[in-house]
């Protein structure tokens, strides 16, 4: 096999490469299981084409060059109007190249473009008949498809039946959600089926499989409405005439499922600098996105635009595809490691053998649980398709099981808390050590100690160790009953050293009962969660207080979540008990516990209860803060906003208000800019809640 991205050096490697091309995109089209990803596969292709530019008349039949799907599948179901493929640009100077060459050929410049989100599924065409779903076409090699009717009643969007009696073609994007994905490798392992890579390939292979005992669902989205040879006169010229994104408000009202329905809608966009500030906006979201896109589909919005570009056999020239990177790779999984938290939770993460996936080399992902190992069927040895998009933490999709050499090794699950041999408690999805935050009381006490918690200075993980080994502390509450003798026996433990821990343990008792909680670990609440529930019951006793209903009144906690913090909330009753009788801080300043009348989730009126300049707002930190903001903390600026009467959140969405971005803002910046989200210099910021800052 060539390695794609190497330099075709001569005819036999150019016909090498074109083999493997072909190979590669048979399988793709066939069930999602090329051995190259898609970036690999684009660089194999773009050097086939630099070779065969220096030789052309030494280009191989078989080329994928200038063919839909690279001339990989065909069909038998012809296509009344062919299925284009699309061409590719992969910057804003080649997008703007590639306007101006449109503007040159129509003539004119574009008067409107449509720019929609490429999704990353494969093109059907599906036709209706009097309203009545018929058949479902393949694009197949474009001229002829084959029929995949039986795949009928198993794609959302796809309705049996149009909201009027039509006969018109729709042709879109068949996917599967990442939701839908997830089911169907359930599904398909447990009956015995080796998962897909991605979804992507789950759908082309689910798509295609005639006969299933099992069906697992899919997804639709329209992008383009034609007529049929026998659609009535009139609908025919309407459509005919219409531009693109008259056609999609129809097909939506048709009851057809389109882009509109997703958080990146398709827009119209009147000039070139507006196309690029919308590819922005849609680059920004795609992380956040419940399905894949690999780039951004634009096109000349106009019938009569596009009549005047025309079309040439592999692609219309009136739209282009603005590719952007790749956010999976295959590389090999190496090893699983089990590391046990502070709060006694045994994790497996994945080691990888290093890739590169959009600027990032990655060598560990997540995997999140003993089960979701075994329902991926996931072996040491295994390919595996790695996803990273944005800031996300990568996570292993599915092992390409179709690579597997027989070699692969089973994943060993541990027997025994691999830290500190204790038992293993098995009964929830997320293992954890019988001895819970004693396995790792280290880390559970440097956790507590640290800066965002009940930021003791001078209790450093060495210090700690220290005290655990001399048998000093057994638990958080040890450390606020400990002695100047206890301390002053330690090695390296000076008086002025001694005295500073004395006065950082004393001062820690008056930590706000937010940082308490947060010290305390329980599982699924962090800082920002301690936040909101010490602020919506004010008192230590009002959240112990509290049921799953009272907890579920809390912003953000669920009903999966809510039981499982009162059940924590339970098993931590002695310590929190031990904690108060030492005299720690067991109220949230400022915060009026709910009253009794008040129910149905909190965030407005907790909210208007909250007032002050950031009522309402979702505020981002992002960059180094200057100025009076200087020596806060991330933490320290959450509470910050969460005093002013905003949100905090750490990551930008369409839901952000403000971002404060200081020096050295990069990514979050970058897409809070996309999002057009209003921005704030730290110096701005200190203004605005000035009377907030202590
Ligand atoms: S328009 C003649 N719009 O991308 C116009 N295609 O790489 C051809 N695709 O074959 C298609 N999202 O399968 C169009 N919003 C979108 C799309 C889209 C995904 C797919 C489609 C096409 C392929 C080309």
Known sequence: MTTPGAVIVDAAAYAQAVEDAVKASAAYYAGGTSVLDDDAYDRLVRGIAAWEAGHPDQVLPD????????????????????????????????????????????????????????????????RYSHGRLRQLITRGDGTAGEDVSHAIGTIEGLPDQLAEPVTVEVRGEVLMTTAQFEQANEVRTAHGGQPFANPRGAAAGTLRAKERTYTVPMTFFGYSLLPLPDTETALAARLGGNAHSELMTQAAAYGVNTTATTAVPGTTADSVEQVLARVREIAALRPDLPFGIDGIVIKADLAADQQAAGSGSRAPRWAIAYKLPAVEKITRLLEVEWNVGRTGVIAPRAVLEPVEIDGATITYATLHNPADITRRDLRLGDHVMVHRAGDVIPRIEAPVAHLR????????FPEVCPRCGAGIDTSEQRWRCAMGRNCHLVAALSYAAGRDQLDIEGLGATRIVQLVDAGLVADLADLFTLTREQLLSLERMGDTSTDNLITAIAAAKAQPLSRVLCALGVRGTGR??????????????????????????????????????????????????????????????????????????????????????????????????????ENLSRNQMNELIERAGGRSSSSVSKKTTLVVAGEGAGSKRAKAEGLGIRLATPDEFATLVADFLK
């Open 63 to 126: 080329s994928p060059t200038g063919k839909v799907a690279g001339g990989a599948v065909e069909g038998d179901v012809p296509h009344t109007v062919a299925m284009l493929s699309l061409d590719n640009v992969f910057s804003p100077e080649e997008f703007t190249a590639w306007s101006a060459s449109l503007a040159r050929r129509t003539g004119h410049e574009v008067e409107r473009f449509s720019v929609e989100p490429k999704l990353d599924g494969l093109a059907i065409a599906a």
């Open 405 to 412: 050499t027989g070699d692969e090794q089973p994943i060993v």
């Open 528 to 629: 920002s969660m301690s936040r909101r529930i010490a602020r919506h019951f004010a008192t230590m006793d009002n959240i112990r207080a509290a049921d799953a209903e009272a907890m579920q009144q809390v912003e953000g906690i669920g009903t999966e979540k809510a039981p499982s913090i009162v059940a924590e909330l339970a098993e931590l009753t002695p310590l929190i008990n031990k904690l108060a009788a030492t005299g720690v801080n067991m109220t949230e300043p400022g915060a009026t516990p709910p009253t009794p009348a008040a129910d149905g989730p909190d965030s407005s009126m907790e909210q208007e209860k909250a007032g002050g300049p950031l009522a309402g707002m979702t505020v981002v930190v992002t960059g180094a803060m200057t100025g009076v903001l």
